[in-house]
């Protein structure tokens, strides 16, 4: 009797005619056309889909489980060159037909839809042909009435399989022997399958021995190790188990502190760790460290090898079910002790809890989940603050400064907001520059210029916040042209009117200018008080700050100090003298624009500023044939005393 591979397209066939005898019909009509299965081949295929050979060993232990085993011992001895592992259990045993099914692949014991076993396939038990050099296979079973015995040599090969009826036995079970030959020592053999055991039937409740001999010396005295651990298993220092129903299946979650693994179980077998339960799904994946994740069910479904799932589409929801409720609430009781400092007693430090925060705020787009509440940002001050509180204030205005705090010369105590170190633990230095990149200022860098902490509106004086007022590109200004026009006449006004709308508006001007035109309206600007990167010393070198499209004129700056003084006799040219001297910087504003495009935007910022800010046409008289363009050339002219 050899192993024989079913066809899958015939058991598909007889699922839909129900007729085994339709079914022979068309398989003997496939040999007659001359279509034969490559039986060797088939088998060498599915051999490959085990990529240790050594998972033979969990397949052996997890067919005991599912037969009703309550211990199964493996052990081995070498003879000659050739090492044979015996697997025996005290399970439910088999009958003649239960053999020969064993010895059918693709055909399980296990189909029916109740049934709590893993696999289903009826491959696993050709696992063993998978090892190399295997030369050898012996199996004795009973089931209390019947008892068979079953031998042949490779299982890759077409030999034989010779099945025997033994007298029957009362005790039930089956023990299998596998012979291959090999040069390693029976020691390292038995560790190498014990350690496949450990990772993947630790949780089973029966009893799992491995035997493993002493020394070097394959006749030496062999000693049991026990497999079993008790669910989650060690190396977790704190967990929850939850209980979800989806899809109207049961799933068993364990969320812990421990190694950064997500692995899939079914029936407490491990199946595969291979996927970022945290992520899947996602754009960003990001591994939480320290977040233990391990669930378990029935409802995930396994193709041969067993390494990944063929029903990824439960993925998604499950990734959905952890990363919004059940990760969140695990947290904030991990946070409660992390508060009353008892983190240390579940054997978790300070610094892996704050490691695993800051990884959850930085691949959450939720600010409002727990973990952005929790005080974990280093202060200059040996303070702790919040992702919230950093929130708070940037959103009042403040900037975000840091610093390394064996800076000298800098009196920190002078900033308005939080100044922190420039070593921040994990993610929290990413979580920073996602959110609030353009708040912050690196107190580090040489010759730095700050706006000074802590000033206020209330400190500008009249003529400051008049200056202010005239800074700005407004085009929009230009529409009073029309209220002109109906006072004073188009003829009194003159062509040179129009000259900003021209500019703007004619076909000849590129698309540069009309650009560059939206982009400067986009700037804001304002005035305050420059200072040193120490918060304190005066800054009297830099006209002016460009940054998140904001100009911060600087108050310190003899210049600029020049033009809030001329603000007192013509405010619109004050203003537009401060924009010109920003603007013709072409190293920090509007880079990208030609020098002629800055003229262009400078002459309709200067018509802007003469018909926009309330204008006085009344010292002209009605009957001036250009009264704009004297008030344009008045303007253009004045000096700055």
Known sequence: MAFIPLNLNANKMEQKNNSKTELQQVLDGYVRDGFQADNQRIKKDMCAQFADYRECCREYVVNASDA??????????????????????????????????????????KDHPNSKAVGRHGIGKLSVAAIPNQCGFEMYTSDGKETCYAKTSSLLESTPIIINRLEPENKTGTTFKISFKSSASLKKEMEAYREILQKYVTFLTMLIEVWIPETEDDESEQYPEIINREWPGNGISFHRLYRKS???????????????????????????????????????????????ILVDSQAFELPFGRHCLSNEDILPILTDLIRYELVPDFYSEVLMLYKIGDLRSFGVTNYEFELLTSALMFQDENTKSPWFKTPVFKCINQKVVSFIEIAISVSAGKFIYVADPKLSGIDFSVFDGPVLINEQTGYCTQVLKKYFDSKMIDLNVKSMVIEKPGSSRNELTKEEEEFERNLGFHPELLSKRKTDVSRYGQENLGDSFDFGEKIINEKNISKEVRKANLELENIRWRVSKLVERDGVTPCVTHLYLFNDFTVVLNLFNPVIKQLVQFTSVNPALAGHWAMAMCLLDEQNILPHITPETREDLLILDAMVKVNGYKTNYSNYEKGDSNPFSKIFSNFRNTELN
């Not at 421990?258 to 960003?284: A, C, E, P, R, W």
């Open 68 to 109: 009703g085993a309550s211990y199964c011992k493996i052990t081995g001895s070498k003879n000659n060159g050739i090492i044979t592992l015996t697997f025996s259990d005290d399970g439910c045993g088999m009958n003649s037909n239960g053999v020969k099914d064993f010895f059918t692949v693709y055909r399980s014991g």
């Open 246 to 292: 989806i899809v109207e299946k049961e799933f068993s979650f364990v969320i812990g502190l421990g190694k950064s693994v997500h692995t899939i179980y079914q029936n407490n077998v491990m199946i595969t760790s291979k996927y970022n339960l945290f992520s899947y799904g996602y754009k960003d994946s990001v591994i939480i460290p320290g977040l233990t």
